[in-house]
Structures are given as structure tokens and as C-alpha cells.
């Protein structure tokens, strides 16, 4: 039991000098002053808990919505991205149609600091959050990814955390019987403090069950279901509990929640059972804030009135305080709003799943959020308030000094490999490297085939899942980011993650049609990190305007510093595309002797920010390769064309590494060989290497040859013939061969000898 | 009459629908099976099928506590009285935590979740469930599992060898560290089946690697439309 005197709304009226910890809980001096302003009185310790949380930068954005808003104000308005928008940004997840009456909504979000703290569960908890955020949109999560970067692969932490993100993120979406079908794995030691672990989700459902995150009608009920309530992921409650209040209280508990996936599964269970029985009006998930980001959201998106009986709260902890439970992050719960005469069948379709549901409130026909304790009012706040009017930064940035030199800093300059034998250590150095080795050590702990619909996973170029077997519709998912790119120019990076992502999908013949971000950057505070920020959401929207692909939604986490040391600006973006029939996907591997190597797009001597610069010479500087989005637009055409009419019999993105990479990616996969010619006036190391953008490598059947050369030539790209799917090495005549038992022990050595 | 062949759902169930899709790609009639309702008569289900999952979350240990839901009392005991049973990785943990198969499953020897295309070899092709295969032909079927270590006494195992109950046994190297390579056994009278690998996830050869895993689904429809 509390030893202090509740602080009822009355009780902050009668005390109105008393001092509340704001600055403890994190808020500004001023935004604190604005609470009272807003309230017309000081708040209670619980409405200071939840103001704190909503209003800090995880929930509220307040840092970056300025400049979030160019995605809706640069969104393109005409073709197929703009028609397939159901549901924009703002929603848990935006949704996209992709026909015949299904409409697929997808998210991805970020769980760094957590994984850093505690690996396992930091992970496995950032799966859980975004499942949740798509089952509140009415849709069955399909399929999970996880774009991932580590500090160096040989540091020893990285031996800490590494292994810990990937038994977590295996762990939990295992457990809840998703598959995990792809995904990026980067080390570099920028992320050394600070790693990225990113989760997204897929979600399918039928255009009628769309659902949003609303309280409408006076007297409906709010049921809180699943888990039942902890103290575990109080951040800022503990400090306002145990410093103010109670100081006799035990020790604060830990601050990265506790997933439990089973659990997990049955809210996915019991949450669709329940939309599908029209039971449901609106529902949201409690993930960062509890109840607090739930309770203010949900009523202020409807019309406004809440009463919530905290007492009512299940509990894991019966000592826990009410501003606790306001403010527990514990995992796996929901909030779902329904009708009086409806509220029985849900409870039941609850405990047919064996999840603990109970009744904590209602709607009201006023516009405030009431929130009683043992019948005492202790909030009695406007939603919106707390959960879409807070405070809203212009933060000051500027161009970094060290900008200019560092781009100045030209790879030109490198020492290259001059003869035969040096490309072939040098390609066998690149594929055996860190980041351009086989992941499949990690990947490898992930179900890939769990629901029975995977038609691509990991490593293809993106994860491809069939949602109808009749029909053959399906989804193809990419996410990428090169934050190197980022750091030598975070506009150019931003475009640059949307090229090579729209890309990945359009390789596996699926057509791109939307797009959702993860932007990870350093302190806000900083006005170079803050410039970062602000051109790589302008660069994004820029080029989702280009190439017609909207941003549904996303996540913005900052602060990802330690001390002076910010990360690579990285932005991941995820992009989701749709293809009619499956059965008509373009994997990567060669697969069969004698089918023709094409290289499609231009190459140009473009090094900065390369995967060779890096391996080679731990070098980082210069510009990164140009985003030519018309021509990426022009690839993707011919990829999705060369697709649907079974003019390729594989394809392969040249990104990180060059044509060298790719084609040892392509060869090992299908364990074919290819003999390879450096085409006329390419030098061959530039032939190799470069990073130029908007290329990918075909193989072509000689049946199809003609066929697919004439729809290249006549809509204007350029198709190289390189060579042939042949023998038992990559070949570049003229220059070297690479047995593929010798590539393979490179590529698929280096992460089991790491981390193994 | 169509064969109906029972999949059942527990809490925690994840490859259900995965193995309902199997039994109808192989001609039978799936039918959704949930774990309380212990009244298998009333199905009018002709064999069963045990999916994959982490049932009731496997915190305490693989198939404990499914054991003891109402449906597996019935399962139990139309086993013994010769229904058709497949258990598969969860279904095969719970097939041995009821005892009508010998032995049990223990975390994988490497402490990691491991998800691969396994080879395997299908040593006993006489039971209901692998009668469509040729005795010694290699298969590749999807392998996933944290606790997939096959452990049982040296009596036990010279028993299961000697009696010809190894139905199945990893090839390409031992992905789990289980004893003589087993990756699935029989009881005595060869109508209960468990198996770590997911013959469900190899029927299509859009989503699996192969399509090997069918033999299982339809050796057992054979045997039940001859009788």
C-alpha cells in the first residue's frame, strides 16, 4: 500500500505550490508551465505521468514532425501508389489496397535503445510492439523482418549484443508463429553504442475490416485485454513514484519489458475472432506509454470522453501505484472499445483463449478523459492534450563543418587492385567480409515457413509471401538503408535507400507501390544531426514523389549517440509491392548452364561510400553513387515485364559491392558457375566494384534473348550481355577464376566463425 | 465417404493451418480440431494430426501441458485402439509426453533455433504414415526447431533400431544432436508417428523446398480408404 496520500484532482487544487519532478520525468521547463497552463491548475502526479510520457519525443514527435509533414505534403497524388492508399500516416499502420478486395498494411519501427540495455528482450519485445500495432488495424500479421546494424563484427561487444538481438527476434516471432522473411544485417562502428534493430510487420485483410484506433458512442465499454498489468518498462513512473511519493518503495524495476509471445498469440487469435464477429469498434494496442498513450488516443480520436476505473486494472503486482499503472509498458496487452449489448461475446471469445479481459471503462458523451482511483478522480485532462496537441520543436540545424571535407575525401585517391590476381583477392575479400558474407547463421534461427505461404525469404532480394492461393496474389517486401551513403550526403542517402529498396521488390517481379520508413539518427539537440534529419526526410519525400510511392507510415528514433558520437544518418526504408500471381516470382540463383548474364543500367566510377572502400581500405569519404530515380523507375518496368512474361529466369539486385558481389550471390545460391566478359571500354575493376545505381543482373534463357533484348532497346535501357551460367567457378576471363567451393567457404564462413 | 483427417488446435499452435492445407493437398478432408473438446466420436475424424507450435508457449517443458487437455485423453486412447497419429515437432513432443512414443526431445545440442531444408532418409516405410515411400529413399522437408534433440535410454534405442520403429533419420549431418540421428519413430504397431522435420511445409513447390513431405499425408489416405 502507498504510505502517501493520493493525489486526487482535488488534493492538486487545494496544493497548488506543491513541487512536482517534471525534470526528472524529462519534461522542458516550459512544457511543463504549458501542462499547467492547459490544466488551469498543477497536475496530479498521475496527469504529470502521462503528459511526460506522451509528450516525450518516442510518443510525440515533437522533434521531427516538422519535417515528417513533407511526406504528406509531397506525397504523390496520381498513379497506382496514390490509388492503392486506404489508410494514411497518423493510423497504427497505414494500409494499401492490392486488390481483389485485399488490403495489405505494414509498419516498421525501431527498438534500439532497449536491445542495447538487454538484447534478448529488447528484440523480442520490438517484434511484439509492431505485430500488435498491425492486429489493432484489423488485419493477421503475415510475415516479420528485421533490418538490423551492429557495431564492428569484431568488437566484443558486439559478441554480446549480436547473438541476443538474434535469439530474441527468433525467440519471440517463433514463438508467435510468424515467418521471418528478410531483412538487413550491417556492422559498422558507428553502431558500436548504439545498435539498430528495426522490426516490420505485414498484415492482410479484407478491405471491410479495416479498423481504427476510435472511442465513438456514449456508453460503449473500453475492455483492456491480455496481459495483465506489471511494473516491468516503467521508465519515468518509477522516478515520479519512488522519488516523490514513496521513497520507501523497493528498488525500480526493470526499465525493458518482458515479452511473452505465447501470449502474444492468443491476442492475435482472440483479436481477429473478435473483429470478425463485428465486436469490435475501435481497439488499440498499449506499447510505448500503457495506458496512458491508449486511454488519451483512443478517446481522442473518438469523441472525446473517457471514465476509466483504475482500480478495475488487472495486476501482476498489487503494490503497484496508479501513476505505475498509467505508465507500465508491460507487453501484450489491448484496449478495445465495444458495444454494452456486444461486451459478453467478447469477453467470451477472450476466455475461450484463455485471456484475461475485464471492463475498465467507458465512453462519455463530454470531451475529457477521467480516470478515477478507489473512486477518487485523479485525471481529468482534454485528451487531445495529452495525445496530439503537445509541444511541437523547431530545432535549429546546420551543416556540419566537417561536410565538405569529407566528402572532399575522394576514393579516387585509393590504391586499386592492378592485375588479375589482385581483383580475385580483392572479390574474395569483399564476399568473405562482414557485411557482404552470408547471413544465413542468423537467418537460419528465424522460421521461415511457418503459415505455409513463404514464396521468398532471405537472402532473395525481398521476402514474398502468397496471401491468396487461389489466385496467386501476393506481397514482396524489401527494406534498405545504407547509412555510409547517409553520412557522406543524407539527402542523396535518403533517395538512396528507396532506389535500392524499390529495386529489391521490382527484381522479384513484384510492383512497388508504397512505402514505410524507419529513420534512426543522432540527437536532435545537435543541430548536424538535426540537418541530417531534415534532408534525409527531404530527400525521401522527394523521391517518394518521384517514383510514386507514398510513405503510409513509419517511426522516427533519435538519439542514437553516445557522448559526441552520433550514428550513420540511417534511414531504412521498407517498401511493399504486389504481384498477381506468385508462381511468377524471380528469385536470384542461376540456375541452369547456359542462360545468358545480362547487366542492366549504366556503370559508372562510382566508389564513395563503397562496400571495396570500406574492405579494402576502411576508408569513408567522397560522394555517394548518384539516385537516378527515372531510371530506376525504367528497371523496374522491364524487371516486372521480363516477370509476368517469363522472359528471365533470375535476377539480382547489384547494390552494396558491385556486379561482383551479385554475381557471386547468384552463382553460390544456385550453385552454378558463370563465365564472365568485362564489356568493351569498361575498366575492369570499375566493372566490378562501382556502386553505380539503377542496375541489376539477369539471366536470360536463349529462348528469350531476342524477345528480351528488344523491350529493353526499345524502351530505352541499357542490357549488356556479360557472359553465361556455366562450369563450376566464377570466371572473368582475362582477369581470374574463383572456384565456387572457395567463394563458398568465404561468404559463408565469416558470420559461424564470429559469432558461432 | 471422404476420409477426414483431425488437426488439432492447441493455445500456441502455429503450423495448424500448414498441416490442414497438407491434408487437403493430399485428397483428404481436413478437419479443425480444438484442444478441449474431447469428443473425437462426434468428429468422426479417421486419424489425427499433431502440428507444429510452442503449445501453451513450451515455458515448462515441449508438451507438457498439452498432454493434458481434454482431446489428448481421446487421442490417447483411439491411438491405442489403432487411429492413425502424426505428431509433428510440437505434435511429436507431445506424442512422447503421453508416453504412446518412447523417449523425448531436448534442446538442441548447439543451444540455437534452427530452421533448414533436412535431409532424411526414410528408414521404415511400412508404417500408415510413410507406406508411399520406398524403404531408404532420401526426402528433403523443412527442419525447425529449438528442442529437437531425440534422447532416450541405450535399451530403448537398441529396441526402436532392432524393431525397425526409426521411421526417419537426419542425413547431412545431425542438425540437433539427437541420438543415432533419429528425427522420428514409430510405436510398435506403426500407426503412431512423430518426426521433428515438417513433411506439411514440403507439398507445394512454391512455399517449400521440395515436395516430398506429401508421402506422409497420403500414405495415410491409402491406408484408410483400403480399410
Not at chain 1, 254 to 279: M, N, R, S, Y
Not at chain 1, 303 to 311: A, Y
Not at chain 1, 535 to 549: I, K, M, P, V, Y
Request: glycine share 12%.
Amino acid at each position: 500500500m502507498s504510505s502517501h496520500p493520493l493525489d486526487t484532482v482535488k488534493h492538486a487544487e487545494q496544493t497548488p505550490d506543491t513541487a512536482l519532478p517534471w525534470a526528472e520525468l524529462g519534461l522542458k521547463e516550459d512544457e511543463y508551465d504549458r501542462v499547467r497552463e492547459i490544466l488551469g491548475r498543477r497536475p496530479t502526479g498521475a496527469e504529470l505521468a502521462m503528459y511526460s510520457v506522451m509528450w516525450s519525443e518516442h510518443c510525440s514527435y515533437k522533434s521531427s514532425k516538422v519535417h515528417l509533414r513533407q511526406f504528406g505534403e509531397k506525397a504523390p497524388t496520381e498513379g497506382p501508389g496514390a490509388e492503392a492508399m486506404l489508410v494514411g500516416i497518423g493510423e497504427q499502420a497505414g494500409v494499401v489496397d492490392v486488390g481483389q478486395g485485399y488490403a495489405v498494411t505494414f509498419k516498421v519501427e525501431s527498438h534500439n535503445h532497449p536491445s542495447y540495455v538487454e538484447p534478448y528482450q529488447g528484440a523480442a519485445t520490438g517484434i511484439g510492439g509492431i505485430v500488435r500495432d498491425i492486429i489493432a488495424m484489423g488485419a493477421r500479421p503475415v510475415a516479420v523482418m528485421d533490418p538490423l546494424r551492429f557495431g564492428a563484427a569484431e568488437h566484443p561487444d558486439t559478441k554480446r549484443v549480436l547473438p541476443g538481438v538474434v535469439a530474441g527476434i527468433g525467440g519471440y516471432g517463433n514463438c508467435l508463429g510468424l515467418p521471418n522473411i528478410g531483412g538487413e544485417v550491417v556492422f559498422d562502428p558507428c553502431y558500436q553504442g548504439n545498435p539498430l534493430v528495426n522490426a516490420l510487420c505485414v498484415g492482410v485483410m479484407k478491405h471491410e475490416d479495416i479498423h481504427l484506433a476510435k472511442a465513438a458512442g456514449t456508453g460503449n465499454k473500453v475492455v483492456l485485454y491480455g496481459a495483465r498489468t506489471g511494473g516491468d518498462g516503467i521508465g519515468g513512473a518509477s522516478i515520479l513514484a519512488s522519488e516523490t511519493f514513496d521513497a520507501e518503495k523497493p528498488s525500480k524495476r526493470p526499465a525493458v519489458q518482458v515479452g511473452d509471445p505465447f501470449q502474444e498469440k492468443l491476442l492475435i487469435e482472440c483479436t481477429l475472432e473478435a473483429f470478425h464477429a463485428d465486436l469490435v469498434v475501435g481497439i488499440q494496442d498499449l506499447g510505448a506509454a500503457g495506458l496512458s498513450c491508449a486511454t488519451s488516443e483512443l478517446a481522442s480520436n473518438g469523441s472525446g470522453g473517457m471514465q476509466v476505473e483504475l482500480d478495475t486494472v488487472p495486476l501482476r503486482d498489487s503494490s503497484l501505484s496508479p501513476e505505475e499503472i498509467l505508465m507500465s509498458e508491460s507487453q501484450e496487452r489491448m484496449c478495445a472499445v465495444v458495444e454494452p449489448d456486444k461486451v459478453d461475446r467478447f469477453l467470451e471469445i477472450c476466455e475461450k483463449w484463455e485471456v484475461t479481459a475485464t471492463v475498465v471503462g467507458e465512453v462519455t458523451d463530454g470531451d475529457r478523459l477521467e480516470i478515477f482511483w478507489h473512486g477518487e478522480k485523479i485525471v481529468d485532462v482534454d485528451p487531445r492534450t495529452v495525445a496530439h496537441e503537445g509541444p511541437v520543436y523547431e530545432r535549429p540545424y546546420a551543416r556540419p563543418d566537417w561536410q565538405d571535407a569529407l566528402q572532399a575525401d575522394d576514393p579516387a585517391e585509393l590504391p586499386r587492385p592492378a592485375n588479375g590476381e589482385e581483383l580475385r583477392a580483392a572479390a574474395l575479400a569483399l564476399a568473405g567480409s562482414p557485411n557482404q558474407a552470408a547471413k544465413s547463421w542468423i537467418t537460419d534461427q528465424y522460421d521461415r515457413y511457418v503459415l505455409g505461404d513463404t514464396v521468398l525469404a532471405q537472402p532473395e532480394d525481398s521476402g514474398m509471401i502468397r496471401i491468396d492461393a487461389e489466385t496467386g496474389l501476393g506481397v514482396a517486401v524489401a527494406t534498405d538503408g545504407n547509412g555510409r551513403y547517409a553520412k557522406l550526403d543524407p539527402y542523396e542517402g535518403a533517395r538512396l535507400a528507396l532506389a535500392e529498396s524499390y529495386r529489391n521488390v521490382a527484381a522479384t517481379g513484384a510492383r512497388p507501390l508504397a512505402v514505410t520508413d524507419c529513420l534512426n539518427f543522432g540527437s536532435p539537440e545537435d543541430p548536424a544531426a538535426m540537418w541530417q534529419f531534415a534532408e534525409a526526410c527531404r530527400g525521401l519525400a522527394d523521391a517518394c514523389r518521384e517514383l510514386g510511392t507514398p510513405v503510409t507510415g513509419g517511426n522516427v528514433s533519435l538519439y542514437n549517440q553516445t557522448g559526441e558520437a552520433a550514428i550513420h544518418p540511417t534511414p531504412v526504408v521498407g517498401v511493399l509491392g504486389v504481384i498477381d500471381d506468385v508462381a511468377r516470382r524471380t528469385p536470384m540463383a542461376f540456375r541452369d548452364e547456359g542462360h545468358l548474364v545480362y547487366l542492366l543500367g549504366d556503370t559508372r566510377e562510382e566508389f564513395g561510400g563503397s562496400a571495396w572502400s570500406q574492405v579494402a581500405h576502411g576508408h569513408l569519404g567522397g560522394r555517394p553513387p548518384r539516385a537516378d530515380l527515372e531510371r530506376e523507375r525504367l528497371l523496374a518496368e522491364i524487371l516486372i515485364s521480363a516477370s509476368r512474361d517469363g522472359m528471365v529466369d533470375a535476377a539480382h539486385d547489384v547494390s552494396d559491392g558491385g556486379v561482383v558481389q551479385a554475381l557471386a550471390e547468384s552463382c553460390l545460391k544456385g550453385g552454378k558457375g558463370a563465365r564472365i566478359v568485362v564489356p568493351d571500354g569498361l575498366d575492369p575493376f570499375v566493372f566490378l566494384f562501382s556502386e553505380s545505381q539503377g542496375r541489376a543482373l539477369v539471366a536470360v534463357p536463349r529462348s528469350e534473348e531476342v524477345r528480351f533484348t528488344d523491350m529493353c532497346a526499345a524502351r530505352g535501357l541499357p542490357a549488356a550481355r556479360i557472359g553465361v551460367v556455366d562450369g563450376e567457378a566464377l570466371e572473368v576471363q582475362g582477369q581470374f577464376s574463383l572456384p565456387l567451393a572457395e567463394l563458398r567457404r568465404h561468404h559463408e564462413g565469416t558470420i559461424p566463425e564470429l559469432f558461432g | 465417404m471422404t476420409t477426414r483427417i483431425g488437426v488439432v488446435t492447441f493455445p500456441g499452435s502455429l503450423d495448424d493451418s500448414d498441416a490442414r492445407r497438407a491434408v487437403r493437398i493430399a485428397g483428404a478432408e481436413p478437419v479443425a480440431l480444438w484442444h478441449r473438446d474431447g469428443d473425437l466420436r462426434r468428429q468422426q475424424v479417421d486419424a489425427v494430426v499433431l502440428p507444429g507450435g510452442f503449445s501453451y508457449g513450451d515455458y515448462l517443458r515441449c508438451g507438457a501441458i498439452a498432454r493434458f487437455s481434454p482431446i489428448m485423453e481421446a487421442v490417447v486412447e483411439q491411438a491405442k485402439a489403432g487411429m492413425p497419429v502424426l505428431g509433428i515437432c510440437n505434435g511429436f513432443q507431445v506424442l512422447c509426453e503421453t508416453h504412446l512414443l518412447p523417449g523425448a526431445l531436448t534442446r538442441n545440442d548447439h543451444l540455437h533455433f534452427v530452421c533448414r531444408d533436412q535431409r532424411l532418409r526414410v528408414e521404415n516405410a511400412e508404417t500408415v504414415w510413410t507406406a508411399d515411400y520406398a524403404g531408404g529413399q532420401e526426402i528433403v522437408v523443412p527442419l525447425k526447431n529449438g528442442e529437437g534433440g531425440y534422447v532416450a535410454d541405450e535399451r530403448t534405442l537398441d529396441e526402436l533400431e532392432g524393431e525397425g520403429r526409426v521411421v526417419v533419420r537426419y542425413l547431412g549431418g545431425n542438425p540437433n544432436g539427437s541420438r543415432r540421428d533419429i528425427a522420428g519413430i514409430t510405436n510398435g504397431a506403426g500407426n503412431v508417428v512423430g518426426l521433428m522435420p515438417h513433411p506439411e511445409h514440403a507439398v507445394e513447390a512454391l512455399t517449400g523446398p521440395t515436395t516430398d513431405g506429401l508421402g506422409f499425408f497420403t500414405s495415410a489416405l491409402k491406408k484408410l480408404v483400403a480399410s
